[in-house]
Every structure is written in structure tokens, then in C-alpha cells.
């Protein structure tokens, strides 16, 4: 439908507000549509349209028997190169591809006046110059007139084609991960991978191929083909291009569509190439063969890239195991050589489980920190941009909040790996639970109901109460997203021996127990089996990062005790920690850092670090509390100004440092002023006291106000 070059009549005011649709409904030619001009159109298409356009959301109307297609400019996006010509025109002119699918709800929503949702619901679409298939959620709901009759079908669209390829993509690889260790022999190995991915992908034909390493050919031994020539066997590069195999070695995915006859006439039109790469050589190439001329999306891509490197780490492992197995036979002919080579295959199979692991964690975390670190930069580069700006506080309270999160999740890692450095102490969990009662209230919201049952005169246990607050605060979000439509929670403590059964092999030690149950949904076999895995969550995608029980467990048995959680769907949950009982009284709690003590006179800080840009950023922020500061990039630096007489009255540094740590520049700090008052700020989370000599330790990344507390704490003790 074309637009009218020239508009005698005014603007109707059912469009003033519709945005660019608005203006081109206006402007369009009208005569062709069995519609007719917006001037004509009935007062309730005129009121829905009104409500229709300038929305946020993205709809689509389906008017009169012809289904003429009329939307918002939400909606634009989802119909790519359809718009604007599928505007104002009947349905099936522009959605012919799947208007066998589309028209029956359609029609079904007119003749039976009930509204249709679905989600997740897929459709074959034609919209940037090729067909692929999509997901929406979608509710069509029909649309009267003034005599009742259905006039059209309104209909709420959502995308979800991101978020469905995700999960199907972590669905096969997580298939990948469970039954490729299980199939034991390479070969058994490479059939399944391959085959799995042909599936999935709809391609005619893949493979793994092994360089060759004369620089020019690869080695296919097992192919999925569908009905065409297998590609076992022995071929050269150049085949798919001159540049292919240069490419491979660079790392890069190479996707091909062949316009060669010669190529055309075995059936194929595109290839997609990815590289196996083991210490910067090309070891391997995984092919993937359609026989339609097509473009594979990114997460086509993705999955073919994780399923080389997945299911080749599983090849060679299962290769070094048969290789293994073959040189025991002829352990008594060949016993020095032999252990030779197990030991090397053991070193290789090592490697590949380490790097398996890594591969596992890097991927589970990358996400969440990448989410992290953007506000963060995002609000630095603004305010550098406009530092005058009026929203200058609010980039900045985001970017805190973000890196707060940040550390979290770091201290969840270091928990889930025994690695955190903890600050226990002698702890009531009575007046801790109650001092946390109106945040888990909040927490929790209304439809919640909270129990608590922890006798004051409880025992004290040993544990650093700052991570046990949010060890009971993941417990208690865990418990809240199980019970979706409300429910009850009990949080409940005593001795051991007057409660729930101790862990197996948790003997020997005065325990205390602290238990959080809930009535929710509950957790099948399966489910209880693998909660305390890193990164596994039944939470779905962006609602966690499956690091809350780990975390929780981790930091029970770094405390010298235990966890345990029980389950059964439709039952509820019960969590329950272990924790050590304490000789002394507890501890009060201290308060939230709310605002950094200033320093009460001038006093000097000798401040070393070999980060310039930690050194700097810590330096300003002892600056503003009143201390005059002395930087250093080294231990050798800082001593060279002490020799020269200067003497601070603090002295703050980094451990982890060339040619001298920390806590030995301390020690001969301490040689020239025996009372000086050392801080040790470090962000390393596995050293020991002995190796920090018994000072003061404050672990990045810190607040202003934890280092402040940290100095004044020091100087207010020195005599």
C-alpha cells in the first residue's frame, strides 16, 4: 500500500498519539484496501487503535474476515522487511509462509469468541530475508463491535526465541555432558555427537575431521550423512575454499554458501567449519553440511562451537583411556616404556578434566559477572562523559550496587571453595535471627508466614556471623521461591542429639544446629541429588546463579561443620546447618558500616602497593578521611623514604608483591618501630595466618568505611 502524496484531510484524532504508524496510517492510499480510509472505520476499531498504538507492549489487530493486518511500531521489530507493506493489507498477503498455521487461530478466536494463549509458541517466518523458526508468547483476544460481533482479533505478542534457543541449547549440551562419558569407546563417542547435532540443526551431513598436518588435507573416519555421499575418508582444504584451513588455524567459525557447480552437484549449498584447537594448533575441525543455501544464526553457531569442544575433549579422552588399557596388555614386555607413556597419558587426562572444570566454571560465572561489571562501567564512562550531570548520583549508587553484587558472588565462589577468609567468632543464633526477622519478613512478603523457634538461652556457635547472615538469607529466598502462591516458613535451632540427625560423618564435635523448613514445592530425587552443584539451578535462566546452597555448604564445613538438606516434591524443604558450639559468650553483633570514621588529627599513612590504580583509588579514599598519605609502588620504594627519616603512623599494604611480600616489608618495618600499627590489604583468599605473621587483614575489594574501621581500629589499640 502505497502513501498519498498530498493529505486534503485533517488528522484524526485516534492516530495523533500513534507514533510513526500513526503518521504512515494517515498518509497511506486506502482505495485498494478492503478496509477502507481510517475516516470510515468503526467507532470501536477507532477506540482500539487509540489504545493500540502508542503502546509499549507489541500488538497486532486482525480486522473483518480479510484479517487486515494493523500494529503498533512495538511490533515493527518482529516482522522485520514485512513493514511497512504488510500494513493495512490482508493477512495472508504478507504472512503467507505461515498463514496455514496462523489462520486457524485466528479464525478460531472469531467463530468461538474466546480468547487463545500460548507460550513459547513456535512459527516458521520469512522476515529478514530468510526462514527460521521463532517463539512467542501470545495471547489473541477478540475484539467486538457496537452489535456484539467479533469485528477482529487482538493480538499481545512477546519474543521469547532467545531465551527458548538458550535453553534448548543448554538442554542438548547438557545431554552432551551426561551420556558422551557414559558411551565409553571414541568412536561409539563421535556417532552420538555427530548425529545429535545433525538432529538438531537439520543438516544433511556432520563430522569430526583430523588434520592431517601437511598443511593441505584432513581425515574424516565417521560421518552422519542423510541420503547423501559420506565424507569418510581422506580431502583436501582448498575444497571449500583457498582460505579455509588458514582461517581454522586462526580460530575463527567459517560458514560457507557454495555457488561451485561441482560442489552443488553433490547436494551441498552451505558448510560450517569450526576449529578444535590444542595449544595453538589445528587438531581437528568439526563439518556441518546443509543442502539449502542458508545463514546458521549465532546460537546455531554457539552450539556447533560447544559440541566440538565438549565432545573432542570426550574423543581424546576415551582414546588416552583405550591407549591406557592396550599398554597394560603388554606391561611385562614393555614395563619401563610403558609407564613412560601411562604416565603421560595420566598427565593428559588430567589436563582434560582440569580443563573441563575450568571450562564449566568460567562458563557459569562469565554471564553473571559480565551482567555485573556493565552498570559498573557503564555509570563510570557516563559521569566521565558528564560529570556535572544531575543523575551523577544515581550512576553512582547503581555502580555500587553493582560491584557490591559483584563481590558477593566472588565470596559465594571462594565459600563453594573452602577458599573464604572467614572472621568467626562466638555467635548467638538466637539474636541473630531475630536481628535479621524484619529483613526475611521482607524478604519473604505477605503471603509468607515465618516462624521462628530458637531458644534464647541456645548456646553460642563458632562462625564469622556476617557470612552465616547470608547463608540464612539464601535459605530463606530459596525457601520464598518455592512457595510461589505463599505458604509457611520456620526458622529453628538446638544442640545436637535434640533435633534432626547429624550429617553422615560429621562425629566427635559440640554442634549446634540451625534449620530452615518451608511447605513450597519441594524438590524430586534428581533435583536433591544435584542442589548443592556449582551453577546448577532450578530457577530458571536470570532468576540465579545456582551458587546459594554450595555457598551455604562451604561455609559449614569451613567452620569445622556440616550441611544437610532434605526434601520430597510436594513436602516442602528442610535446610539445616551444623556449626561448632562455642567456650565463650557471644559476641554482639556489630552495625552496619553506615559512614567511615574521619580520622581524629592529622596522622601519616605510609600506603604500599604495586597496582597503581588500587594504590591510587585507596590513597583518595584515605585522603578524604583526613590522613596525610605517602604512596609507594614497592617495599624497596618505601623503605628508601624511611631511611631518609620519615616514619608514618600506620602502615597499610599489599601482601602478594615482587621481590618482598607484605608481611615481610612489615616485619622490618616493625624492626625500626616496634609499635606500629600494619594493615594487610590482599584480595588473595587463601593465605595463612602464618603467612601473614599475625597482622591485621582487611580483603579486597573493600568499602571506604571497612577501611576506615580497619585504621582507626589500629590506632585506637596502639599505646
Known sequence: ??????????????????????????????????????????????????????????????????????????????IGNKHPQALGRPGQEHWSELWDDLEPLLRGVRETGQTFSAKDRPFYIERRGLGETVYFDLSYSPVREADGTVGGVLCL???????????????????????????????????????????????????????????????????????????????????????????????????????SLSVQHAGLRTTLHVPVLRAGRLEAMLGVHFHTPRQCVEDECQLAEETAKQAWAAITHARAEHALHLLNHSLEERVAAVLAQREAAMLQLHEAHKLEMIGQLTGGIAHDLNNMLTPIIASFELMHRHPQSERAPRLIEGGLQAAERARNLVGRLLSFARRQTLKPQSVSLAALVEDMRELIARSLGPT??????????????????????????????????????GGSLSISAGLAGDGPHRPAGLVGAQLAWLQV???????????????????????????????????????????????????????????????????????CADSDLVEAPQADRARRVL??????????????????????????????????????????DVLVTDHVMAQMTGARFAQQMRERKPDLPVLIITGYANLTPKELKGFEVLRKPYRQAELAQSVARLLTARP
Open 1 to 78: 500500500m502505497k502513501p498519498l502524496q498530498q493529505l486534503d484531510n485533517p488528522p484524526l484524532h485516534f492516530l495523533l498519539n500513534g507514533g510513526a504508524i500513526g503518521s504512515l496510517l494517515q498518509t497511506m492510499d486506502w482505495r485498494d484496501s478492503p478496509l477502507g480510509p481510517p475516516n470510515t472505520w468503526s467507532p470501536h476499531l477507532q477506540t482500539v487503535m487509540a489504545t493500540l498504538l502508542p503502546a509499549q507492549a507489541q500488538f497486532v489487530l486482525f480486522w473483518g474476515e480479510a484479517y487486515v493486518a494493523l500494529y503498533n511500531d512495538a511490533y515493527v521489530p518482529t
Open 157 to 259: 505478542v512477546t519474543e521469547t526465541t532467545e531465551r527458548v534457543r538458550f535453553q534448548q541449547r543448554q538442554a542438548f549440551l547438557l545431554d552432551l555432558g551426561r551420556t558422551l562419558p557414559g558411551l565409553g569407546q571414541a568412536d561409539r563417542i563421535e556417532a552420538y555427537a555427530v548425529s545429535r547435532l545433525a538432529q538438531q540443526l537439520g543438516a544433511m551431513q556432520v563430522y569430526f575431521a583430523e588434520d592431517l598436518g601437511d598443511g593441505t588435507g584432513f581425515k574424516v573416519t565417521h560421518a552422519w550423512a542423510d541420503g547423501v555421499l559420506s565424507m569418510q575418508g581422506q580431502h583436501c582444504y582448498a575444497t571449500f575454499g583457498a582460505s579455509l584451513r588458514e582461517q581454522l588455524v586462526a580460530g575463527q567459525v567459517v560458514q560457507q554458501v557454495h555457488d
Open 448 to 485: 509468607i508466614e515465618v516462624q521462628v523457634l530458637v531458644d534464647p538461652a541456645l548456646a553460642p556457635v563458632v562462625v564469622d556471623p556476617h557470612q552465616l547472615e547470608l547463608a540464612l538469607l539464601n535459605l530463606v529466598v530459596n525457601a520464598r521461591d518455592a512457595m510461589l502462591d
Open 517 to 587: 523448613r518451608d511447605n513450597g514445592c519441594g524438590m524430586d530425587e534428581e533435583q536433591l541429588r544435584r542442589c548443592i552443584e556449582p551453577f546448577y539451578s532450578t530457577k530458571g535462566v536470570g532468576k540465579g546463579t545456582g551458587l546459594g546452597l554450595p555457598m551455604v555448604q562451604g561455609l559449614a564445613l569451613q567452620s569445622g561443620g556440616g550441611f544437610a538438606i532434605g526434601s520430597q516434591p510436594g513436602q516442602g524443604t528442610e535446610a539445616t546447618l551444623w556449626l561448632p558450639i562455642s567456650d565463650s559468650a557471644a559476641v
Open 607 to 648: 600506603l604500599v602497593d604495586d597496582e597503581e590504580i588500587v594504590r591510587h583509588a585507596t590513597a583518595s579514599q584515605l585522603r578524604d578521611l583526613g590522613y596525610e598519605v605517602i604512596e609507594a609502588a614497592s617495599a624497596a620504594a618505601a623503605l628508601q623514604r624511611v631511611a631518609r627519616g620519615w616514619m608514618p
